[in-house]
């Protein structure tokens, strides 16, 4: 779910350096704060290395939350673990809210939240970043209903909205050092959202 990378700079050995370095930026000083000289002499080059390679600043972010950005579904998707069991995978990423631990990229993609309020072209890079995201669970929730795991009578969009709405509040409370609630009882919530997508039978059938 993020902002592919042109496959040369993929490949570039400079674009990753300067894409390390505008994250690290970015985490410090904030979008507004950072400056493209900085993060040019971060990465060990001048600027003209990245105004050959990025259009300017937001598009080094964009490529920084694409490349720095960990994601409960990128992880659980490597595993192999689900087989499209779309409701399994679902449970699982909702019981991992309250046990993760913060990482690097979740900072930077609050900046991205925040610098998006005043720029319209970071907030336009972070609607292609969700929009992507968004893709890949809606595919998994359309194979649910396909295969009779996802009651077939539910909005994809509006299922995927609400996925993305949890996680993004999570986030908020985490930047703010709010307490998550007891393991035990989270998943028992995340079990009854689960169940409630799961296509249930008339007993009188």
Not at 159 to 174: C, M, P, R, T
């Amino acid at each position: 779910m993020a902002i592919a990378a042109p496959p040369e700079q993929t490949a570039d050995p400079t674009s990753e350096r300067l894409v390390q370095a505008a994250a690290e930026v970015f985490a410090e000083k904030g979008y507004e704060g950072a400056g493209v000289a900085e993060i040019a002499r971060r990465a060990g080059f001048t600027t003209g290395a990245i105004y050959s390679r990025f259009s300017g600043k937001a598009d080094l972010l964009a490529e920084a939350i694409s490349c720095c950005t960990q994601d409960e579904f990128d992880r659980l998707f490597a595993e192999h673990a689900f087989e499209g069991r779309a409701t399994d995978l679902l449970a699982a990423v909702g019981s991992h809210l309250v046990t993760r631990e913060p990482q690097p990229g979740q900072a930077l993609l609050l900046e991205a939240f925040a610098a998006a309020r005043r720029d319209p072209e970071v907030a336009r890079l972070l609607r292609e970043h969700l929009a992507s995201r968004a893709a890949r669970l809606a595919e998994l929730v359309d194979d649910g209903k396909a295969t009779g795991l996802v009651d077939g009578s539910l909005d994809t969009a509006s299922v995927v909205h609400f996925a993305h709405a949890v996680g993004l509040g999570f986030l908020l409370f985490q930047a703010v050092g709010a307490d998550n609630p007891d393991v035990g009882a989270w998943d028992t919530v995340v079990r009854r959202v689960v169940e409630s997508v799961v296509p249930h039978t008339d007993p009188s059938e």
